[in-house]
T-cell receptor, first 116, second 111 residues
Framework: GAVVSQHPSRVICKSGTSVKIECRSL??????MFWYRQFPKQSLMLMAT?????????EQGVEKDKFLINHASLTLSTLTVTSAHPEDSSFYIC????????????FGPGTRLTVT | DAKTTQPPSMDCAEGRAANLPCNHS???????VYWYRQIHSQGPQYIIH???NNETNEMASLIITEDRKSSTLILPHATLRDTAVYYC????????????FGKGTTLSVSS
């Protein structure tokens, strides 16, 4: 099956700093990747859709200047949480669509962000 | 995407079949039914999907009613490792659209 990795798996940072999370499709090309956020005991919430070589599309209520998404290659998308605050502490999960015109969506293992 | 309704929680004894229901009464003709599960602190795992016919794979079976307004995911012999949150999602397989997750069903398998 298709594999999606995330790095780091967990990170702790101080309030006011920025954190970058990487999402890689290891054995396939992904023109489209998605970023989700999940708070404790809640479901996954879609944050943004990232297409290779173009600007990300953010869901309503998600600040694009706070959550910077870059999808510079067909196998890598990054999410940067800028000026992180404790309320940004969450489980961030990326997902990738395999190939063009694809609907098979594969998920990464998630990144646990804790802002102190 | 059409919304789904699932019971918030279910219990199952180890070795027994787990039958997880899902209502999707507003599903449209070109929308598929997907099932994913999420074990604590991990990313979601694909289980199975279908359009109108029943489907079976090595993990589970998916039974879709003839009117497509509901479905049931069947884990034939539940194990402790099947304890997870199970999500039923309906989605048009239009390229580029993300899966939208509801609240899911927390399945607890006990010995």
């Amino acid at each position: 099956g298709a594999v999606v990795s995330q790095h780091p798996s967990r990170v702790i940072c101080k309030s006011g700093t920025s954190v970058k999370i990487e999402c890689r499709s290891l054995d396939f090309q992904a023109t489209t990747m998605f970023w989700y956020r999940q708070f404790p005991k809640q479901s996954l919430m879609l944050m943004a859709t990232s297409n290779e070589g173009s600007k990300a599309t953010y869901e309503q209520g998600v600040e694009k200047d706070k959550f910077l998404i870059n999808h510079a290659s067909l196998t890598l998308s990054t999410l940067t949480v800028t000026s992180a605050h404790p309320e940004d502490s969450s489980f961030y999960i990326c997902s990738a669509l395999r190939g063009r015109g694809a609907y098979e969506q594969y998920f990464g293992p998630g990144t646990r962000l804790t802002v102190t | 995407d059409a919304k789904t309704t699932q019971p918030p929680s279910m219990d199952c004894a180890e070795g027994r079949a787990a039958n997880l229901p899902c209502n999707h009464s507003t599903i449209s003709g070109n929308e598929y039914v997907y099932w994913y599960r999420q074990i604590h602190s991990q990313g979601p795992q694909y289980i199975i999907h279908g359009l109108k016919n029943n489907e079976t794979n090595e993990m589970a079976s998916l039974i879709i009613t003839e009117d497509r307004k509901s479905s049931t995911l069947i884990l034939p012999h539940a194990t402790l490792r099947d304890t997870a949150v199970y999500y039923c999602i309906v989605r048009d397989n239009q390229a580029g659209t993300a899966l939208i997750f509801g609240k899911g069903t927390t399945l607890s398998v006990s010995s």
